[in-house]
């Protein structure tokens, strides 16, 4: 990453951040509904590399934008749902709103995690520009408070009403293991990776199209459908509580989309403990399984595949030493993710973008990501 390399070469007196981006290996629209995911930060990053100013001024240049913004901190509110620049505003508005005495910095940011791709390229700009602000501004970094602070960020000030596994992952990620996140408790408990296996991204080449409307479109069906549970369970304050037996008893007081869009949190949001306990014991088979359900799932309950998607989780399968493949992330393009085993992954890295192509007539890249560690200086 040469704008890596660059910024590393900032005088002794500035200071680096890095912040990983994540892979979700199962449990997806299940931590804004309370449940549980199975992130990993992996190794590609955003750099940010900052300077302290005592003027009041926020200026940031993205190096992969190649574009320089500026905004005075006591006209912070101005840059709401400003493009890339509302992630870098908002997590200064959060720091400030938080109590944290930030007095303006100079920033410059690059990075290799591919936008728009569901490996969470917002969540790891929040934490490098976090972790990096503290370092300006002399203020303590702890992770999960500062990951609470990234989601107030893409809740309030960029429109987007997310949960909160990107911004932990981004912030806490270990080496070596992916993190079962209790998205009620945030309570992780690490999880191994065994050595013979390997994470492979399957990018499909197309960006995503999941619309900040359509993302909380789906957001309030699920609230919907817990305001119908209450009536009858009013101990339920999360699809987290429902099971699907529960789910069914209301069934005739949803709209058939409510419902199915329940349906699948309902089931999801168990998927992650039942594959922390495969990784566990070296199930790999059931592990793949787990996977295999849970796309299914996405793509015709909670509807958030694409046909590329599709192609690529299809293709995957097909390939030997694939034990599952999903799509990954928020949906509607962007990247899947496959379990494969350790001794077959340089040929399927090889030849899955080669299958994918002739399968899907789309362009498409494989790589293998490996469990690293969360924001940090560097």
């Not at 209790?182 to 992780?188: K, N």
């Not at 949190?265 to 168990?270: G, H, I, M, P, S």
Request: charged share 25%.
């Amino acid at each position: 990453m040469e704008g890596l390399r660059q910024l590393n070469r900032c005088p002794a007196e500035h200071r680096v951040a890095l912040a990983p981006g994540r892979v979700n290996l199962i449990g997806e629209h299940t931590d804004y509904n309370e449940g549980f995911v199975l992130p990993m930060g992996i190794d590609r990053f955003v750099a940010v590399a900052a300077a302290s100013r005592h003027d009041g001024v926020l200026r940031a240049h993205s190096v992969d934008f190649t574009e320089t913004r500026e905004i005075s901190l006591s006209d912070i509110e101005a840059a709401r749902r400003d493009g890339w620049f509302a992630y870098v505003a908002g997590i200064a508005w959060a720091l400030r709103e938080s109590g944290a005495e930030v007095t303006g910095a100079d920033l410059a940011i690059t990075g290799d995690v591919p936008v728009g791709a569901g490996l969470a390229s917002s969540a790891a700009l929040e934490m490098a520009v976090a972790r990096a602000l503290c370092a300006a501004s002399n203020t303590e970094w702890r992770a999960e408070a500062m990951a609470l602070l990234g989601r107030r960020c893409e809740n309030e000030f960029v429109g987007v009403n997310c949960g909160i596994m990107d911004q932990l992952a981004a912030a806490t990620a270990k080496v070596g293991t992916a993190a079962l996140l209790d998205c009620r408790s945030l309570e992780m408990t690490p999880v191994p990776i065994p050595e013979e296996i390997v994470l492979v991204v399957l990018d499909t080449g197309v960006r995503r199209r999941l619309t900040t409307s359509s993302y909380n479109e789906r957001r309030v069906s699920c609230e919907r459908a817990v305001e119908v549970l209450r009536e009858v369970y009013p101990e339920v304050t999360a699809l987290r509580d429902v099971d699907t037996a529960s789910l069914r008893e209301v069934e005739q007081k949803l709209d058939p989309l409510t419902y199915k869009r329940a349906m699948h949190v309902v089931a999801e949001t168990v998927r992650p403990v039942a594959m922390a306990d495969a990784l566990a014991v070296g199930d790999l088979v059931y592990a793949g399984e787990l996977m295999n359900a849970s796309h299914v799932s996405l793509r015709d309950l909670y509807s958030v595949s694409s046909r590329e998607l599709d192609a690529m989780v299809a293709t995957a399968r097909e390939q030997q030493g694939c034990f599952g493949a999903r799509m990954t992330g928020a949906g509607f393009g962007g990247c899947a993710v496959a379990l494969v085993a350790a001794s077959e992954a340089d040929r399927f890295v090889r030849e899955m973008p080669l299958r994918y192509e002739a399968n899907a007539g789309q362009r498409g890249a494989a790589f293998v990501v490996r469990p690293s560690a969360g924001a940090r200086l560097v």
